[in-house]
């Protein structure tokens, strides 16, 4: 089995695919100030198998179309939105967040939770904003630096992870050099990364092992897993992911 067939096999029983919320999906809409007597069009790029999707057309009045490269996702996403009585508020469609098939000034929003890394920061908060009308929202969680200062074995994993991870100031220049006016920040809570994603990954560990019948790909991936949860357990104090909410200035 190929590498992506088993990441896709491993992630598609969770809720969510990364660290975050519902309760830090309302808080960002909050932060948003969305006008909600109007119905809106709302993108959510890199959306996993929807949780912050359904989150948001429980709270909104909108159409949201959900864009996710795997099928997979997608998929379990179009499942769990007819469950939810809320298929005909929901689009969700297989492609690439660095190729849109939006037209300049469509959207009321842009959401991308634990997303946005795969193509970059500023290259997605440069590329994305044609999309948006003026004074659109964007709201992005990304990997930040809590402290100006950290050990250099965080530094050194996460240059080779992501060299696009930098503190909170930095990312927030970014957004205002690409024609943004901040709303809001805040930081995800360790609860976000241990309860609603690590913890509930561990225990997938096994029986994705045993559908696998132990294959080294299969227990390589769970072993790059585990260094991952290791690495967060002993460095959380220095990063976590940053909920960026701004307005696209006319
Ligand atoms: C860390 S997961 C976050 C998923 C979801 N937003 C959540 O919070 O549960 C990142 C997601 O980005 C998707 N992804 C990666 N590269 C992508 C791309 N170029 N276009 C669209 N989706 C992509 C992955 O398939 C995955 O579902």
């Excluded at 969700?92 to 959401?111: Q, R, T």
């Amino acid at each position: 089995m190929e590498n992506l067939e088993l990441v896709i096999d491993l992630h598609q029983h969770g809720d969510r695919q990364g660290p975050g919320g519902k309760s830090e999906t309302e808080r960002a809409i909050t932060l948003a100030s969305l006008d909600t007597s109007q119905h809106l069009k709302i993108a959510d790029l890199g959306c996993g198998t929807g949780a912050s999707t359904l989150c948001l057309a429980n709270k909104l009045n909108a159409d949201i179309i959900a864009v996710d490269f795997i099928p997979e996702f997608i998929e379990i996403l179009r499942r769990n939105a007819e469950a939810s009585n809320l298929s005909q508020h929901i689009h969700p469609k297989a492609g690439s967040m660095d190729d849109l098939e939006f037209i300049n000034n469509e959207l009321d929003v842009i959401w991308s939770e634990g997303a946005i890394y795969n193509i970059g920061f500023e290259q997605g908060i440069n590329y994305w904003r044609e999309f948006l009308k003026p004074k659109g929202v964007l709201a992005v969680s990304e990997i930040t630096w809590l402290t100006d200062h950290r050990p250099d074995e965080i530094q050194a994993y996460w240059d080779a992870q992501y060299p696009e991870i930098n503190t909170a100031s930095s990312k927030i220049k970014l957004l205002e050099e690409a024609g943004y006016a901040l709303l809001g920040y805040f930081v995800l809570p360790e609860r976000c990364w241990l309860d609603n994603y690590y913890h509930p990954l561990q225990q997938r560990f096994a029986e994705f092992l045993d559908r696998h019948s132990n294959s080294d790909d299969a227990q390589d991936l769970v072993e790059a897993e585990k260094q991952e949860i290791q690495v967060f357990e002993q460095f959380k104090a220095y990063f976590s992911y940053g909920f960026y909410i701004a307005s696209k200035l006319p």
